[in-house]
């Protein structure tokens, strides 16, 4: 099992800053996706950012130059998101997100964090 906890969450204003992060912990593998995520409409969850354990990264277009994405490995991982220039759009509970298998030859197991606030006003 995994326990993701995510932390960072927020009030801030239009164009400030903010920074998420999450600590993964349990039994974990050495591949696996690591990535954020966050509340869309009718309960959807749209991808925000991610990073693979061999660095790769993948934002959403809407972020895209305003958040990064950083992670660190050890006996825990940890999962940041830098975001900037933050908008009213930007409004919504974030979810940290980890998916992780033993090897190449199987499936991805998914786990999700209990998500974050992140608030934007005007």
């Known amino acids: 099992q995994v326990q993701l906890v995510e932390s960072g969450g927020g009030a801030v204003q239009t164009g400030e800053s903010l920074t998420l992060s999450c600590s993964a912990s349990?039994?974990?593998?050495?591949?696996?996706?690591m990535g954020w995520f966050r509340q869309g409409p009718e309960n959807t969850r749209e991808m925000v950012a991610s990073?693979?354990?061999?660095?790769?990264?993948?934002y959403a277009d809407s972020v895209r130059g305003r958040f990064t994405v950083s992670r660190e490995d050890g006996t825990k991982k940890s999962l940041h998101l830098q975001m900037t220039s933050l908008k009213p759009d930007d409004t919504s509970v974030y979810f940290c997100?980890?998916?992780?298998?033993?090897?190449?030859?199987?499936?991805?197991?998914?786990?999700w964090g209990r998500g974050t606030q992140v608030t934007v006003s005007e």
């Open positions: 990073i693979a354990s061999d660095g790769t990264t993948n």
């Open positions: 349990g039994i974990l593998f050495s591949f696996d996706v």
């Open positions: 997100n980890y998916k992780q298998r033993p090897n190449e030859f199987v499936s991805f197991r998914e786990f």
